[in-house]
């Protein structure tokens, strides 16, 4: 995992990937193959990229560092993800029961409530597993337990 990318241009880049994934195991090629699309997925880029520009923005932003560096800033960019995602949803969930309870709901809504809040409560817990398990993991890269 200390493997430094080498990759100043999109060509260089594309070409370290590819020799670099057939030289690591399956589980980390694929981990590190997710991390590079997460971060790719987040880096601005112009809709067209020359294979020999050196001022590409995810060429910029990978070129030099360790397969580890990459993997704990793209697990660290998922956890950010996640913990909006769940912000948002606890934020939604709050409003819809507050607003709920200054009506008079129908069976038939207090149904849809109960339904609604139990999708929101199983997508919260999904949620927090996943942000332990990710965090669990960038522990393992950085060493700290």
Wanted: contains cysteine; charged residues 30%; glycine residues 2%.
């Amino acid at each position: 995992m200390e493997w430094r990318l080498q990759g100043r241009t999109p060509l260089k880049l594309q070409n370290w990937v590819d020799e670099t994934l057939r030289r690591m195991q399956p589980d980390l090629a694929k981990e590190y193959t997710a991390s590079l699309v997460t971060i790719l997925n987040q880096t601005r880029r112009p809709n067209t990229q020359l294979p020999d520009d050196s001022t590409d923005p995810l060429c910029l932003r990978l070129d030099q560092r360790t397969v580890r560096e990459i993997m704990i800033e793209a697990h660290e960019l998922e956890l950010n993800q996640l913990r909006n995602a769940m912000s948002i949803e606890y934020t939604n969930l709050t409003r819809l029961v507050q607003r709920a309870s200054e009506m008079e709901l129908t069976t038939a809504q207090e149904e849809n409530l109960a339904h609604r809040k139990e999708r929101s409560q199983s997508y919260i817990k999904e949620t927090e597993q996943q942000i332990g398990q990710i965090t669990a993991r960038v522990a393992e890269l950085t060493g700290r337990k």
